[in-house]
């Protein structure tokens, strides 16, 4: 077996109650580890794409991905490696106020979201690792609350594969079928 990689799947699929269940459910019988997931509408009406982000071997993420496009309501599923796509993610920090964490948030580029007497919330949008920083720069100013988002992320290739997908699907469709012989 190949050595572990980060991997992120996307996956399009229609809005249907207990799918989320199904996909995870793959993850968990092949013992893969979610690192993040989000999902969101997509840019196609209707259509909607799970952002899910994995540290397996090769050979294991091409099977999970194999085994989620069988889900019924998939559309279709892709893996990528980070250096493929442009990929971000939010977090939020609320912490005791106090001149230093103010200076501290200013020199970081972060966006201020609430300052109240005793704490100010701040937003931070990055990679994890930047992200992770900023927790770890806050952390003796008192970090009362952290919550970071899932990993969000595009292609940076030109075509959109789904489209292309969606595209040949209806190729097929509207090819005539040929009859079967009668003998």
Not at 86 to 92: D, N, P, R
Not at 142 to 150: A, C, H, K, L, W
Not at 152 to 171: C, F, M, Q, T
């Amino acid at each position: 077996m190949g050595t572990e990689q980060e991997y992120i799947i996307t996956v399009f699929s229609e809005n249907k109650v207990g799918l989320l269940s199904q996909i995870t459910t793959v993850f968990t019988c092949r013992n893969v580890n979610i690192e993040s997931l989000t999902t969101s509408e997509s840019a196609l009406p209707g259509i909607h794409k799970f952002t899910i982000v994995v540290r397996t071997a090769p050979e294991t993420v091409e099977k999970v991905v194999r085994q989620i496009e069988k889900k019924i309501d998939v559309l279709k599923a892709f893996v990528y490696r980070p250096e493929e796509v442009v990929q971000q993610e939010i977090a939020l920090y609320k912490v005791t106020r106090s001149n230093s964490v103010e200076q501290l948030v200013r020199r970081h580029n972060v966006r201020i979201l609430e300052v109240d007497t005793d704490y100010i919330v701040v937003e931070k949008t990055g990679h994890k690792e930047e992200t992770q920083q900023l927790f770890r720069l806050l952390q003796p100013y008192g970090v009362q609350q952290f919550v970071r988002s899932g990993t969000v992320a595009v292609i940076k290739s030109r075509r959109e594969l789904l489209n292309e997908y969606l595209e040949e699907l209806e190729k097929m469709r509207r090819q005539p079928q040929s009859e079967p012989c009668n003998a």
